[in-house]
């Protein structure tokens, strides 16, 4: 059932690479390594890749420069990996558009648990977009200016597409269904990953990465909102 999905390793520790590479083919994924950036974004012009493992640390071109490139065209989901001493590289790299990130050393589990979870919810958004039927009765969500439809997986903002991942999607799907009411960042964690959360950094990245592409001043967001101490929400009748 993996065999469809093709997963690129960039890792500049062949230990490390090949190790992954090894986990991932015992699922039945498809796999391509690279040493650094700019072999990575090399294979992406070459080849149809579904999720990205990317290490921040790396000579030539690191994780975080290939990924404010990779996602000047691509959506699908990035995984990166750090070190514990890397914290602010961690922050940096979900700034710039990665998905998640795993912390060296990891269990491989730990990484085979989070790939599964990406490539899950990135099938439901392929699906979903790539569906060219239009469904009898779609379920879109608005809040002033800002339309989100579920069905089609599109977000415009007065009538201009704006381009999320997957992740940023989910998000903002959750709190715009819930006009006015307050989620914690615990709680969008567990219910957009799946999982208990356990350090929710990674959410108050997305939202921000949210906010830069759906409100005009971030800095003074219309729709996305921060209630201090408590979470996020979206304004009702923004």
């Known amino acids: 059932m993996n065999q469809k999905y093709r997963i690129l390793i960039v890792e500049d520790d062949a230990q490390i690479r090949d190790g992954i590479e090894i ?23 070459k080849e149809e890749i579904h999720l990205a493992i990317v ?25 990166m990996l750090s070190a514990k001493t890397e914290e602010v590289d961690k922050i940096m790299g ?20 989070r790939v599964h979870s990406h490539l899950r919810r990135y099938e439901r958004f392929l699906n979903l977009a790539g569906n060219g039927q239009k469904p009898n009765s779609e379920k879109v969500y ?11 997986v599109q977000v415009t903002v007065d009538g201009e597409p704006v381009k999320l991942t997957p992740i940023e999607f989910k998000i903002l799907l959750l709190l715009i269904r ?3 009411r307050v989620f914690s960042a615990d709680e ?7 999982e208990r ?3 929710t950094d990674t959410v108050m990245v997305h939202v921000r990465r949210i906010r830069e592409k759906i ?14 101490g408590v979470g996020y929400k979206i304004e009702k009748n923004s």
Request: contains cysteine; charged residues 25%.
């Open 188 to 194: 969008i964690y567990e219910r957009v990953w799946n």
């Open 55 to 79: 290490d921040v640390m790396m000579p030539q071109m690191d994780g975080i420069h290939m990924v404010v490139e990779l996602r000047k065209h691509y959506d699908f989901p990035v995984i």
């Open 94 to 113: 979900l700034n710039m558009g990665a998905d998640d990130y795993v912390t060296k050393p990891f269990q491989p589990l730990e990484l085979l648990a």
């Open 178 to 180: 819930h006009p006015g």
């Open 197 to 199: 959360a356990i350090n």
């Open 142 to 152: 608005v809040c002033g200016g800002l339309e989100v439809n579920e069905d089609t």
């Open 215 to 228: 409100e005009y001043n971030p800095k003074e967001p219309k729709y996305l909102k921060v209630v201090w």
């Open 23 to 45: 986990y991932l083919k015992s699922q039945g994924y498809d796999t391509r390594k690279a040493e650094n950036g700019i072999e990575g974004l090399e294979i992406l012009g």
